[in-house]
């Protein structure tokens, strides 16, 4: 699944600051970056998992359903808000630059027990459907191609983006959300972009912290890091000491909802999906849609999209995910516990 992702980066020719051996190295830590984001539960060790840190019955796989590109368009709004309300998807993000998201923000006014983060986004990937930044124009030069509009890659994002107007406009993202009524529950980096950097990343888990907004990130084992070392990616002192120093809740593994030849297929490849998942906290993302000619045309992966939205109201996986083993969970409720826990904490050190 690592690689797959990777591909549909399509590591091309690309416009680049720097030349080849720039472009060359920039690459590998591309590569070794966004696998922190995509950490297999394969050969986990028996650690303590986040899920036991937070208190969640031992043993259990628990699962956060994340429903992500809301705001992108006007049919993953209502597909987005038909889960939420249907129950079992209890988190989703959207991305505060695109055409659709004040569409949604009144939606979730209404609806304050719907749990909606931020997809921190830089790249708008589609040919004929795209949007810029939300910092003001000429505000992030770095961020944008000729036209204005974010890098369609997000290679060329990490090759061209300045720290400075990185971080102006992810706190311009934040700023849009908050003074449109939207209170962002969790962060997560669209595309990976924002991983695939060691100086974005650092950017990226800072304005968490500051916001004290949980970032979607993967916890980093010893293992993982043995790991990464013996595939040829070794990772640095100061990103390891990053991801150590990050305080705020972290998840086990993240997994993506696999693609398909057809419906049927797709389903059988997410349920071994469920089946295969470790103990610990693991975020399944999506992206839901419902069907139109609009979304086809701007959305080459729409059939995904729609049978997505299909899988998440399935009897079949509804049972899998409400049997013995499974426990839905959202980034709401685990800062509840993580902040629970350290109140806890708080009061047995006082007490002594």
């Not at 009144?106 to 990937?125: R, Y």
């Not at 089946?275 to 992966?301: H, Y």
């Amino acid at each position: 699944m690592e690689m797959s992702l990777m591909r549909s980066y399509r590591f091309g020719a690309l416009p680049v600051v720097g030349g080849r051996s720039r472009q060359k190295s920039l690459r590998r830590w591309a590569v070794g970056l966004v696998g922190l984001l995509l950490l297999s539960t394969a050969g986990r060790a028996l650690a303590e998992t986040w899920a036991e840190r937070l208190d969640f019955p031992a043993g259990k796989k628990v699962v956060v359903l994340h429903a992500t590109e809301l705001g992108m368009c006007y049919e993953s709004n209502v597909a987005g808000e038909r889960l939420l309300d249907g129950g079992m998807v209890r988190s989703a993000a959207a991305m505060a630059p695109c055409p659709w998201f004040n569409n949604l923000v009144p939606w979730c006014a209404e609806h304050p027990q719907a749990e909606v983060g931020l997809a921190m986004t830089l790249n708008s990937p589609s040919q004929n459907y795209r949007w810029k930044p939300v910092a003001s124009q000429g505000l992030v030069p770095s961020l944008t191609d000729p036209n204005g509009y974010f890098w369609q890659e997000p290679l060329q994002t990490m090759v061209n983006a300045t720290p400075d107007d990185v971080e102006r406009e992810l706190e311009a993202q934040i700023a849009l959300a908050k003074s449109s009524g939207l209170q962002p529950t969790h962060l997560s980096p669209y595309m990976g972009t924002l991983v695939m950097r060691p100086d974005m990343m650092e950017i990226y888990l800072r304005v968490a912290r500051r916001h004290w907004i949980p970032a979607v990130v993967v916890e980093l084992t010893p293992e993982h890091v043995e790991r990464f070392a013996q595939a040829g990616y070794p990772l640095p002192d100061d990103v390891i000491q990053m991801m150590a120093d990050y305080p705020l809740p972290k998840v086990d593994d993240l997994q993506f909802v696999p693609p398909g030849d057809s419906y049927e297929a797709k389903k059988q490849a997410f349920l071994k999906v469920l089946r295969d998942l470790s103990p610990g906290i693991t975020q399944i993302t999506f992206a839901p849609a419902v069907e139109s000619e609009s979304l086809k045309n701007i959305a080459p992966d729409w059939q995904q999209r729609v049978w997505e939205t299909q899988l998440m109201s399935d009897d079949q996986v509804r049972r899998m995910l409400q049997g013995e083993g499974y426990v839905l969970t959202d980034w709401r409720e685990m800062m509840d516990r993580f902040e629970g826990a350290a109140a806890s904490a708080e009061d047995e050190k006082s007490a002594e």
